[in-house]
Each structure stands twice: as structure tokens, then as C-alpha cells.
């Protein structure tokens, strides 16, 4: 009878080890697959979040006039920056401190803002090139808009449109690429979020 009780507590006492090391395996995978789940649905989320963004920018400097274009900051401008700057706090995104007039660089046509303070993780880059063209119709991706916002080689295309292109390009802080490396693994993710959009000017 005592042998018989022994016997049972040895084999629950096997199963609940058997049990603790399974767990002791699952947990860190299971750990692995939620912050993935948890980091790529932010990701994505701030991908079209990012999208919106520069669309309602692109079409709101379309719209405005281009007789200013040859100024330091024309109105146009301006207007796509405070579009996004707006859109972005109404979401509940950090704007990195980001302001109209510092750090901004101009080329032709094309401004590029930055935050004055980059030291820290938020970081932000906002490229509108107002005098941005592309062949139509588009044949190939190599005519798709990139995040640098530079147009295609002129006489890519029978006829070309010239618009306005807004790219955003934003920090994006992963979580998954340290689970990964404690399970021995090199994730090699993107530093940032970009979002890419243009619009035909109206003027």
C-alpha cells in the first residue's frame, strides 16, 4: 500500500516537472510571437496613419497657388507642413518638435524639414517637392514616387504632369528585434516608418 502511494506522488511529481518545462520552452516563444503580433500592427498602423497624412498634405499643396514658389517659404508650403503637423498631434503622435522654420532645407522646388533637436529617439523627416513630375500613364515602378520625393529623368514618358509630392519618413522604435536576439536570433528591421503621396497641381 505505501509502495502504491510512492509510486503515484513520483508519477505526479514527474508530470508537474514535465509540465514546468514545457511552460519553461513555450513562454519564451509564446513571448516572441506576441510582441511580434503587438510591434508589426503598430507598425502597421503607423504606415497608414503616415499614408493619410501625406495625402491630405500633397492635395492641400495642389491646390494652393504656385505663384510663390520662388519665395523661401511659400504659402503652399506651408500649408502641407501645418497640415501634417496638425494631423499628427490630433492622432497622438509625437511631432518630435518639429517647427516650420528650423532646420529646414531648401532645394529646387523641394523643402525638407527636420526637427531642430535630433538627439533623441523621435525623429522626423518631411520632404515636399512642389515641382515634382512623372510620365503618364505610369509603366513601370521605377516611376513610382520614393521617399526622397526625386522626380524621374525627364522624357521618361509621352506626357508628364507635374505635381506635388509629400514623403514622410518617421522614427519607428521596434521591441521585437530585442526578444528575437534573446532567443538568439538578428532581426535586421527598419530605423523608420515613410509614407510617400502625390497629387496633380491644380495651379
Same mark, same amino acid.
Given at each position: 500500500?505505501?509502495?502504491?502511494?510512492?509510486?503515484?506522488?513520483? &508519477?505526479?511529481?514527474?508530470?508537474?516537472?514535465?509540465?514546468?518545462?514545457? #511552460?519553461?520552452?513555450?513562454?519564451?516563444? %509564446?513571448? #516572441? #510571437?506576441?510582441?511580434?503580433?503587438?510591434?508589426?500592427?503598430?507598425?502597421?498602423?503607423?504606415?497608414?496613419?503616415?499614408?493619410?497624412?501625406?495625402?491630405?498634405?500633397?492635395?492641400?499643396? $495642389? &491646390?494652393?497657388?504656385?505663384?510663390?514658389?520662388?519665395?523661401?517659404?511659400?504659402?503652399?508650403?506651408?500649408?502641407?507642413?501645418? *497640415?501634417?503637423?496638425?494631423?499628427?498631434?490630433?492622432?497622438?503622435?509625437?511631432?518630435?518638435?518639429? @517647427?516650420?522654420? /528650423?532646420?529646414?532645407?531648401?532645394?529646387?522646388?523641394?523643402?525638407?524639414?527636420?526637427? &531642430?533637436?535630433?538627439?533623441?529617439?523621435?525623429?522626423?523627416?518631411?520632404?515636399?517637392?512642389?515641382?515634382?513630375?512623372?510620365?503618364?500613364? *505610369?509603366?513601370?515602378?521605377?516611376?513610382?514616387?520614393? @521617399?526622397?520625393?526625386?522626380?524621374?529623368?525627364?522624357?521618361?514618358?509621352?506626357?508628364?504632369?507635374? &505635381?506635388?509630392?509629400?514623403?514622410?519618413?518617421?522614427?519607428?522604435?521596434?521591441?521585437?528585434?530585442?526578444? $528575437?536576439?534573446?532567443?538568439?536570433?538578428? $532581426? @535586421? %528591421?527598419?530605423?523608420?516608418?515613410?509614407?510617400? $503621396?502625390?497629387?496633380? /497641381?491644380? /495651379?
Amino acid at each position: 500500500m505505501l509502495e502504491h502511494i510512492r509510486l503515484d506522488r513520483l &508519477a505526479w511529481s514527474s508530470e508537474e516537472a514535465s509540465q514546468l518545462a514545457e #511552460f519553461a520552452i513555450a513562454l519564451p516563444l %509564446l513571448i #516572441f #510571437f506576441v510582441v511580434g503580433i503587438f510591434d508589426f500592427s503598430g507598425a502597421f498602423t503607423l504606415k497608414q496613419k503616415l499614408t493619410n497624412i501625406a495625402r491630405d498634405a500633397a492635395r492641400a499643396a $495642389a &491646390a494652393d497657388p504656385a505663384t510663390d514658389l520662388s519665395s523661401t517659404l511659400p504659402y503652399s508650403v506651408s500649408n502641407a507642413f501645418y *497640415v501634417i503637423d496638425n494631423y499628427l498631434i490630433a492622432n497622438n503622435i509625437n511631432d518630435c518638435g518639429i @517647427v516650420v522654420s /528650423n532646420n529646414s532645407i531648401i532645394r529646387t522646388l523641394t523643402w525638407q524639414f527636420i526637427p &531642430a533637436d535630433s538627439s533623441g529617439s523621435c525623429s522626423i523627416t518631411i520632404i515636399i517637392n512642389r515641382g515634382y513630375y512623372f510620365p503618364f500613364p *505610369v509603366a513601370t515602378k521605377s516611376a513610382l514616387p520614393t @521617399v526622397s520625393c526625386t522626380p524621374p529623368a525627364p522624357g521618361a514618358g509621352a506626357t508628364e504632369v507635374v &505635381a506635388t509630392c509629400v514623403s514622410i519618413q518617421y522614427s519607428y522604435q521596434w521591441r521585437f528585434g530585442q526578444i $528575437a536576439s534573446l532567443l538568439g536570433r538578428n $532581426a @535586421v %528591421l527598419p530605423t523608420s516608418v515613410s509614407a510617400v $503621396a502625390v497629387a496633380m /497641381n491644380e /495651379n
